[in-house]
């Protein structure tokens, strides 16, 4: 293992701030909803551009849409989710372009109409969810309906929304109900993670509990006929194999508080380059690479660096990790120091990442090869702790043509009151 330290004349690679944040004009005052009354349904403004709030582009012809300029504006027409509003008696009275998105249906065709003649929306066994809530909405103490997953039936194919209603009464009596559809794209997506998380970690772990226990089973049934030779490498195989589960429970484990935002942070005084030294040393003494692998250079002086010694080392081991079990040829390990913290950039002399893949590198489940060992969640991990220091991370192209792991973080003291 080599490692050069250079002066503080060389100064560390400049990094770029984001852009500064623009203010947009305030939203119009809008006008309040009588007490008890219909929510305001009105703005006599025009659109500027694009999509008017009746779901007809710009641009079409007064003839083309003639109900009362009186429903065409919605009050709920800047929220994200799709809202219709029927009256007591399941006429639609409010109908914003969300729901318009999502049911592929005009506004203009959805106000004054009823609920079923515009939308059927039908639960697991296939019934009227809206006939199947009439009992709700004709009882006085029911106020709200949880959210369900609904199917919407329309001539382009079934699809499925979440939805929620809420009931507005006033001493008892129905006013208006309120309904709530959303989207199942987002909601899928979380699903499909958690499914691939279950099946990664299913998958890593038949492995070496498959041979802890052909091994130790063995040695039970069979532990005179072995030398002790034998008997050394079969428990050095269990040891690792252990080892190999532990760091998977480890993993699955900071994926769960970084997705919760449970990740706690012990933060104190770090010698960043002890650390990268006591990790490279630790790779040796592992077998996991041998002293020529690796050189470590070192440039500037580094300022206090207040941090969590074990989450930053955490780090370190993930991009040392991933150039041994992905690169090639020597790894380049480097600290640049500077008056506003610390930059480390991680290089191997392997393919690179590809183009492509550069936006997906920091994702869950990414991995360098179609066939590459690990779970593909060691970069997912680095980036979430190197953000909870505040710093950012990146890949790129090193000069020996491998991948470069650049992070930088903040300098920073303890604050004593």
Same mark, same amino acid.
């Given at each position: 293992?080599?490692?050069?330290?250079?002066?503080?004349?060389?100064?560390?690679? #400049?990094?770029?701030?984001?852009?500064?944040?623009?203010?947009? #004009?305030?939203?119009?005052?809008?006008?309040?909803?009588?007490?008890?009354?219909?929510?305001?349904?009105? $703005?006599?403004?025009?659109?500027?551009?694009?999509?008017?709030?009746?779901?007809?582009?710009?641009?079409?012809? !007064?003839?083309?849409?003639?109900?009362?300029?009186?429903?065409?504006?919605?009050?709920?027409?800047?929220?994200?989710?799709? @809202?219709?509003?029927?009256?007591?008696?399941?006429?639609?009275?409010?109908?914003?372009?969300?729901?318009? $998105?999502?049911?592929?249906?005009?506004?203009?065709?959805?106000?004054?109409?009823?609920?079923?003649?515009?939308?059927?929306?039908?639960?697991? %066994?296939?019934?009227?969810?809206?006939?199947?809530?009439?009992?709700?909405?004709?009882?006085?103490?029911?106020? /709200?309906?949880?959210?369900? %997953?609904?199917?919407?039936?329309?001539?382009?194919?079934?699809?499925?929304?979440?939805?929620?209603?809420?009931?507005?009464?006033?001493?008892?009596?129905?006013?208006? =109900?309120?309904?709530?559809? /959303?989207?199942? +794209?987002?909601?899928?997506?979380?699903?499909?993670?958690?499914?691939?998380?279950?099946?990664?970690?299913?998958?890593?772990? $038949?492995?070496?509990?498959?041979?802890?226990?052909?091994?130790?089973?063995?040695?039970?049934?069979?532990?005179?006929?072995?030398?002790?030779?034998?008997?050394?490498?079969?428990?050095?195989?269990?040891?690792?194999?252990?080892?190999?589960?532990?760091?998977?429970?480890?993993?699955?484990?900071? =994926?769960?508080?970084?997705?919760?935002? /449970?990740?706690?942070?012990?933060?104190?005084? +770090?010698?960043?380059?002890?650390?990268?030294? /006591?990790?490279?040393?630790?790779?040796? #003494?592992?077998?996991? !690479?041998?002293?020529?692998?690796?050189?470590?250079?070192?440039?500037?002086?580094?300022?206090?660096?207040?941090?969590?010694?074990?989450?930053?080392?955490?780090?370190?081991?993930?991009?040392?990790?991933?150039?041994? $079990?992905?690169?090639?040829?020597?790894?380049?390990?480097?600290?640049?120091?500077?008056?506003?913290?610390?930059?480390?950039?991680? &290089?191997?002399?392997?393919?690179?990442?590809?183009?492509?893949?550069?936006?997906? @590198?920091?994702?869950? *489940?990414?991995?360098? !090869?179609?066939?590459?060992?690990?779970?593909?969640?060691?970069?997912?991990? &680095?980036?979430?702790?190197?953000?909870?220091?505040?710093?950012?991370?990146?890949?790129?192209?090193?000069?020996?043509?491998?991948?470069?792991?650049? *992070? &930088?973080?903040?300098?920073?003291?303890?604050? *004593?009151?």
């Amino acid at each position: 293992m080599t490692r050069t330290v250079t002066s503080a004349a060389e100064p560390p690679p #400049a990094t770029t701030g984001p852009p500064p944040a623009t203010t947009g #004009a305030a939203p119009a005052d809008r006008p309040e909803a009588p007490a008890g009354g219909r929510p305001p349904a009105l $703005r006599e403004e025009p659109p500027e551009s694009g999509l008017d709030r009746t779901g007809i582009t710009e641009g079409a012809s !007064a003839a083309e849409h003639s109900e009362p300029e009186a429903i065409v504006w919605s009050e709920y027409d800047d929220l994200p989710d799709g @809202v219709l509003v029927a009256d007591p008696g399941g006429v639609i009275v409010g109908f914003n372009l969300a729901a318009a $998105r999502l049911l592929r249906v005009e506004v203009a065709e959805a106000i004054g109409r009823p609920v079923n003649d515009v939308v059927q929306l039908l639960d697991e %066994r296939g019934n009227d969810w809206w006939e199947c809530s009439r009992p709700g909405r004709e009882m006085a103490a029911v106020t /709200r309906q949880p959210e369900r %997953r609904l199917t919407v039936v329309g001539p382009d194919g079934e699809r499925d929304l979440n939805v929620t209603a809420r009931y507005v009464r006033e001493g008892g009596k129905l006013l208006r =109900v309120t309904v709530c559809l /959303r989207d199942t +794209v987002s909601r899928e997506r979380i699903e499909r993670n958690r499914a691939d998380l279950v099946s990664t970690v299913a998958h890593e772990l $038949r492995s070496p509990l498959t041979s802890v226990k052909g091994f130790t089973a063995t040695l039970l049934a069979k532990w005179e006929r072995f030398s002790d030779e034998q008997k050394k490498l079969m428990l050095t195989t269990v040891n690792t194999d252990a080892d190999r589960v532990t760091r998977l429970l480890a993993e699955v484990l900071d =994926v769960s508080r970084i997705d919760s935002g /449970r990740i706690q942070m012990h933060r104190q005084i +770090v010698d960043l380059e002890g650390v990268l030294q /006591r990790v490279l040393e630790g790779k040796i #003494a592992a077998g996991e !690479a041998t002293p020529d692998r690796f050189v470590s250079v070192s440039h500037g002086e580094l300022p206090d660096m207040w941090m969590d010694p074990d989450k930053i080392e955490q780090v370190l081991h993930n991009l040392i990790d991933n150039a041994l $079990r992905h690169g090639a040829g020597t790894v380049r390990v480097a600290v640049h120091g500077g008056p506003e913290g610390a930059i480390v950039t991680v &290089a191997d002399e392997g393919g690179g990442v590809p183009d492509a893949a550069v936006t997906r @590198v920091f994702t869950k *489940f990414w991995r360098g !090869a179609p066939r590459g060992n690990g779970t593909g969640l060691g970069l997912y991990i &680095a980036k979430a702790l190197v953000e909870a220091h505040g710093g950012t991370i990146s890949v790129g192209r090193a000069d020996g043509g491998g991948a470069e792991f650049r *992070f &930088a973080v903040p300098a920073g003291a303890p604050t *004593f009151s």
